[in-house]
């Protein structure tokens, strides 16, 4: 018998496996990361307009929804681009053209698309959000949803090539792009918007302003956790937790434009992640990648030191109201919950049978 490369038939004739395409080159990745970018700098645009310039937003129709929808449109366009340079291999382009890490983003483009189209009826109808009521709007949800899977698709693409250098450049900056995108709808909870450790705690009603102020450490933590971790099991990447932190903290500080305390915590916390990367890079070398509690291990020094970085940064600018036992026990609580995190992002440990 003579061997074919033809694969065995489907149902109605069709081959059952889809034809393999080129995975996307570096150029490709950067592309969408600069894209990509634009697409943060019209959302971050558009919530500094909420927060600082409401009175100017009328409708759905603003200067900053232009700059949010044209990073989209050149985003999108790109990574239908991608998988329609590829026909020749995939003549169905649109079903089996995406290179690998993209064919998630094409579904954040639809995703992304749907909830535009339902911000303009949502704008249009029942007017502009404000507060937590932008945060909470259904339809800033589902924008945000399929841009974190839109602005990923360099991340996915830099796991699967299993490659360093300029790759992982580009995929540590995907990365803190998809984690920036999270942010926008995260003001109420976020510790870089939070002074609240500047304040005592035993003025009237200020123990529940702590509370808020240690719940915002606790919900952080997981913000950056969580990208960083998934980042980390797969290697120690040189520069991914201070890449993260900064790309966070700076997009809720371009949005009410930069407050002395809080800014001067986020510098703290942006020095508390660079001491981490080189922690943690310089544990790779000496421990290696598979040493016991190696997650557990690094999200605990991220959360330690980027918080007691932050916290460092208020004490400088404006002093600390907490007590020392409130102010370490959230280094503790979140370094505590940056091993949980650790733990659950960890590998499952071989059979030993």
């Not at 792009?177 to 035993?202: D, P, Q, V």
């Amino acid at each position: 018998m003579t061997r074919t490369d033809t694969a065995p038939a489907g149902i109605g004739g069709r081959t059952g496996r889809r034809p393999e395409v080129a995975p996307a080159s570096r150029r490709e990745d950067l592309v969408a990361v600069l894209l990509g970018a634009c697409l943060v700098g019209g959302a971050l645009a558009d919530g500094w307009a909420h927060t600082s310039r409401l009175e100017t937003i009328e409708g759905f129709f603003t200067p900053w929804h232009g700059l949010l929808y044209a990073g989209f449109a050149g985003s999108a366009g790109w990574i239908c681009w991608l998988a329609y340079r590829r026909r020749d291999r995939a003549p169905r382009w649109w079903r089996d053209g995406w290179p690998r890490g993209y064919r998630v983003s094409a579904i954040g483009v639809a995703v992304f698309a749907a909830g535009g189209l339902a911000d303009l009826v949502w704008h249009e109808t029942l007017g502009v959000e404000v507060g937590l009521d932008a945060e909470f709007s259904p339809s800033h949800l589902l924008l945000d949803g399929g841009a974190v899977l839109l602005l990923t698709g360099p991340l996915r693409s830099w796991w699967a090539s299993r490659e360093g250098g300029a790759r992982a450049a580009t995929g540590v900056a995907s990365l803190t792009l998809g984690t920036m995108a999270t942010t926008i709808l995260l003001g109420h909870s976020s510790a870089f918007l939070s002074a609240a450790a500047t304040r005592e705690t035993g003025a009237a009603g200020a123990q529940q302003a702590a509370v808020l102020g240690v719940d915002a450490y606790l919900v952080t933590t997981v913000v950056i956790g969580v990208p960083f971790l998934l980042s980390h099991r797969r290697r120690a990447t040189p520069g991914a937790a201070t890449a993260v932190v900064t790309g966070v903290a700076l997009f809720a500080l371009v949005m009410f434009e930069f407050p002395v305390p809080q800014t001067w915590g986020a510098v703290g916390a942006v020095a508390g992640a660079a001491l981490a990367d080189l922690v943690l890079c310089r544990s790779d070398a000496v421990r290696g990648p598979d040493a016991a509690l190696r997650l557990p291990v690094a999200g605990a020094v991220l959360a330690a030191l980027v918080w007691g970085g932050h916290l460092t940064g208020l004490a400088l600018a404006d002093g600390i109201g907490w007590t020392p036992e409130v102010w370490s026990g959230v280094v503790t609580l979140t370094a505590l919950e940056g091993a949980l995190l650790g733990g659950l992002a960890a590998r499952p440990l071989p059979d030993a049978n």
